[in-house]
């Protein structure tokens, strides 16, 4: 399986409804962007072994939290952790772990988005 | 147990030298910051259920790395995340799955850091 | 009075109106963030002497001004500015005393926030 | 011709139209910040000689995509970006190579304002 | 008194020692970055009425500690804090008030580059 | 020609010395970093067409000196940059350039840099 399978693969298990939407809109603007992320992003990181998907989405919620106006990709990958079964409470519990390292604010907006994220899949915590 | 005395616990679980090295230093200009560090930090979120200690510290080493100028305090937390039974396999996998989100520089950063607390540990990954 | 009795009061100090609304945002999801928020940010740290809770908003607008994409906590903090008796002229002054720290961009998106604020209140400057 | 009218002068080489909505946005609320705008950031530093124009904003774009929380400015200066001559493929491009030193989330976010400014332009690209 | 004058003089008001340093560091390699420090940092901004000298140095500290990797700023700043009569104990303050916006390791960073500054100054908190 | 070799091919032109070093100190410890270096950044995306290795190379050290904590890389690609073709009066412009946007302090640290480099390569400005 070459790289951009592989990715197409691993961004399928991640978040396939999310993928059809950034690839979809990087279209016509600039395809080899969707094309760096299923080969690169997922076909040769996501691929890695060593850590599991699981972990490897707590990781990517944590690193776009910390980084600050992502909420478009926290978006994609808090489903994302959710389909690779993390539970709400592990998300939330992620989230509220990263205070005393980057303060209140931007957990809270973080929170925002898992607030809709939840909601748009009927979750209550 | 009290908020100070289950943080001073946890803390100890994470990297009793480090610990001890930071109140140290925070003694005579602000000890109060030690004790937020020990009764928030680790008596108020460390000590909470919900992810294990090998989960949080994988959290505290992506937060450091991505949001940066944060070398001595991945230096504790990268002998913490060994400390609590993270591989150096993994620690370093943290690091690579960190690259599509924060780019490169952030990433070389963080090994640089880790090559030097794996050397004053001998581990050779 | 207990930290959270402490923290209530001082909140309530500094904008009632948005910790009602951030509360009860956060009840379903994370209530534990609205007792940490009240606890510490407040009531261990707000409540501490050594500065006046004029002083500690304009350090809260600056901090929240330099780290971007917090207007949500923009919004809260420049009312809370307002609450305390800093001047419209005083929050205007500390965006412009950023510029040569953090350039431009940063400080032109909180005016727009500060616009928001001062007309929601019939604030002419 | 003293600082501001060069600014004036270069920054309606840059973006006309948008000089106009930033200082009439700024006029009541914080006069003095459009002032800057012009004498410092246009006047002394677009004036310069050693850079052309366009790599001046090729560096501007570049400067806003990595900082984040900058769509508003990002806007400009992508509009500001074709008005002094570059085209639509080497702003594309510019986002694509910030990718290894930033990461996919900032590079996606600055894809987005750009595919509204060319639409709004009706560029295909 | 032009902007050249107004900005030395105040420059000098704030820290006259570390004035020199960075200018002597600039003279050969960017003389020019010397000249808009100081007219348009300390020439047009710190001129400005509205905010007292020790306003502006206490707004000065937070954003170069929420920045982070500053803390050759920071130095300069800390010691212009102390020029224009804020106290340790204030400095201390205003960088403990940043825990909750920020996080724990800017500010223990902010709190390694005071220890300094205090040493040099045979200061004790 | 495979993106390995593309990718060698194209470090080498930017900064050949520096590269044997970041490859050597990744050897022992994270070797698949320098691979997705060599593939990724230089065999993917440096190898594109649409701008030239100066536009490339002058973004990079906009995108390093807005990023911060970045001195390594700097010191790699303010190399680069001269090994391109860049002249040490471009350099210093695009860093006078980014004042408006990013503040001070950043282009400060990134003129430190930039006199080691200068110095070492025996140039004067």
Known sequence: MDRLEKGKNLLN???????DTVMTSLKDIAPDISQYI??????????????????????TI????????????????????LNV????????????H???YIGFPRVLNAITVAQQVFTSRHITV
Chains 1, 2, 3, 4, 5, 6 share one sequence.
């Open 13 to 19: 298990q991640v978040d396939a409804a999310a993928a």
């Open 38 to 59: 299923l080969e690169f992003a997922f076909g040769d990181i996501y691929a890695r072994p060593g850590l599991t998907l699981q972990q490897r989405e707590l990781v």
């Open 62 to 81: 944590t690193a776009l939290l910390v980084k600050g106006d992502t909420s478009n990709q926290l978006t994609v990958h808090l489903n994302g952790c």
């Open 85 to 96: 079964g993390l539970t709400p409470k592990e998300i939330i519990e992620t989230c509220i």
């Open 98 to 100: 990263c205070i005393p």
